[in-house]
């Protein structure tokens, strides 16, 4: 029986796991980490939202009825399409007759990785759980510097890149500071913190068309978020950000800006793309490599428009389904297909009764488009539980402006 | 007006400072972290039943309504009576009329801090998420062993300490291993895992009456775990155990044995007990010092049969209370009274329809117990989201077997 291997367990991963079920493989899903995290409410996290666990399952369990598919948490450090093999880190081994790649991206910055320290991005569950407790730690300053220092708080919260993630962060950065803690000091004001959303290109959300795009942007500014475009950062230190020939003093800096490709890329030996995406076949084999399927992130092809995909969920998993397809041909020796991809449109939130949402039939905003970005998100959680547990949050959190996670964790133990 | 510092947002400091809502002084309210935990929950964070999240809250905004509250997230290093002040970390300070020192206590290796990195303790939600991570990730590592080194995975964990906390996760540890895993693997069976609860003593839960130590005993045991009264440990290493003369291999070890008041007390200048508890008047107050409370598991105080208070959350809560009349009547110049404990009952829970309760009128065992149980710690939390949220995990986890919050985090991410 063909052994699949596939590396990684984000939506390419998995849906590609899951169309091998029942087929006549048997398939091992390697990640780094026990959990696949629902990537789209990972800023719910890190604005104190929900809770980690709201939005993440283990794989394994996921995964579990599945009897062909094994789980392994390992960290692949590279790959030898020659000898069709995998090399984890420590140096064992493990072989494969098939392979998928969705090792997926983290974050970039541009070369100034001496920014990261001082400007944390947002994929991974520990990044989530880290802005919170920047942001939270910030509110917490400024009530303790008016207190003990008798200075006047002044935050200031700079979000740097106008995508979706940070149009989500700000929103919901607008709405803690002037709803959620409104009340909650004695010293400072709240609803005074200053948010910016810094954004290089000459517009936010540059995926959505125009009307969309200045929606969102009314919305934001409504919610007091200030929204900076033609603005590209020159420096981030630890708390200041050098954008558009001016310095601003920062209480937090979060990132959304850019991302880059899993280095695992580079060890299959194949040309890459300018951001360091495999470049692929039409039926995201690699050259000269049949059996490894390149997938999600980490792919770079183009659509019949001449562009290339973009690395959002939807394309990752339908190449996951697609490259899964293409290996259940490949051993009833039938010839490969190309992908193509279906839009089913995009979506961004930008708080309590405003989103945006680019679909095939129609162009939502304000309050129809939040209606269906909740009824999307919650469709789409895995599992009974996590979906009713996030629907008694949202409801609660509709109800009430506040937001319930609000911990700040990992705080400095040594006083114990 | 009066200015009352309550030290702590624990059980101690939180009821403290609600008792003293609508009252003619000003209250701050000081903690090292920003929110309190429900502790008698903890342990199902750490085995991976509910989220942290759902069993802390900020303390911030519990007490948001008492509008003569303001509460400061500040670390405390020491306590100055004669200059009635409070000195901080960095050294800024606080003055008070009245203080109430809540800072509770945490672990203590009997002077073997060399065991602490090795058997972690649970007494904050980042030792219940390091804990968690710990137990799932030996069941992770057998796994791969089996796979990749072809070894037999041998799983052991040991639970040091038989009070209330190492009966709770031995047996979340074997309802873990038994249930909620044994379908999950392919290459090892997580059933076959062994749980070691070792006790210096010569029973488990020696605060209960024989016939509900007997009843807890025998529950354990019939979900498999090995229960080892006077078995002391002598040594704790990387990845064994040495105790009754024995060594034992352990995947995991786990600590419930002692723990030791909160360094705090000794910046006092008053006499402490043998586990560095500040002796306290029966009004509450220390020798020399009438403005100055010490409560909760940081005070010793006997009580009418001459047994000191226990260590548990009603005392600490009492105490609270009577400490905030005593200031509030010492404002009004009456005489302060003496502390006077009201037992409601102990609790321990084991497992899935099996906990035991020594009540005034009853006691309970089995199924009539842990449905008391859960009665009683619904009831408790604080909040009507985290009640809600509780109820629908619990209900979800008894239906399906399930734990949902499984989750590996704090990993190594170097890799990235």
Do not use: C
């Amino acid at each position: 029986m063909a052994h699949v291997v596939i590396i990684g367990g984000g939506f390419g991963g998995l849906y590609a796991a899951k169309r091998l079920a029942g087929k006549d493989v048997r398939v091992t899903v390697i990640d780094r980490r026990n959990h696949h995290v629902f990537q789209p409410l990972l800023y719910q996290v890190a604005t104190a939202g929900l809770s980690p666990g709201d939005i993440a399952s283990p794989i394994r369990w996921i995964l579990r009825r599945q009897k062909n598919v094994e789980v392994l948490l390992e960290t692949v450090e590279r790959i030898d399409p020659a000898r069709r093999a995998i090399v984890f880190r420590g140096g064992a081994e493990t072989a494969y007759d098939y392979l998928i790649v969705a090792a997926g991206a983290t974050h970039a910055y541009f070369g100034h990785d001496d920014w990261r320290p001082h400007a944390p991005g947002l994929k991974t569950l520990e990044d989530a759980l880290d802005i919170r407790s920047r942001v939270l730690g910030a509110f917490e300053a400024a009530e303790r510097d008016a207190v003990l220092a008798g200075r006047p708080a002044a935050l200031t919260f700079v979000i740097v890149g106008g995508g979706p993630t940070g149009v989500e962060l700000a929103g919901a950065l607008a709405e803690i500071s002037k709803q959620t803690l409104a009340q909650d000091f004695r010293h400072f004001d709240p609803r005074a913190a200053r948010i910016l959303l810094l954004e290089a290109g000459p517009s936010i959300l540059s995926a959505f068309p125009e009307p969309l795009r200045a929606a969102a942007r009314h919305d934001l500014e409504r919610l007091g978020v200030e929204v900076r475009t033609n603005t590209p950062v020159t420096r981030i230190g630890p708390h200041a950000v050098d954008a558009g020939g001016a310095t601003i003093d920062a209480s937090s800096v979060l990132w959304a800006a850019g991302v880059a490709a899993s280095p695992l890329g580079a060890t299959l030996g194949v040309p890459l793309d300018r951001a360091g995406r495999v470049l692929v076949n039409p039926d995201l084999t690699i050259a000269g490599h049949a059996n490894v399927f390149v997938i999600g992130d980490l792919a770079s092809l183009n659509g019949p428009d001449g562009k290339p995909y973009p690395g959002v969920a939807q394309v990752a998993m339908q190449m996951g389904a697609h490259a899964a397809n293409n290996i259940v041909r490949a051993t009833e020796g039938q010839p490969l297909r190309a992908f193509r991809y279906k839009n089913f449109g995009n979506m961004a939130t930008i708080g309590r009764k405003s989103a945006i949402g680019d679909l095939p039939l129609a162009q939502l905003k304000g309050l129809p488009g939040w209606l269906f970005w909740l009824f999307v998100h919650i469709l789409n959680l895995i599992g009974f539980r996590n979906r009713v547990l996030v629907m008694v949050q949202w409801a609660w959190a509709y109800l009430t402006y506040q937001r319930a996670v609000r911990l700040i964790t990992s705080v400095d133990s040594s006083a114990e």
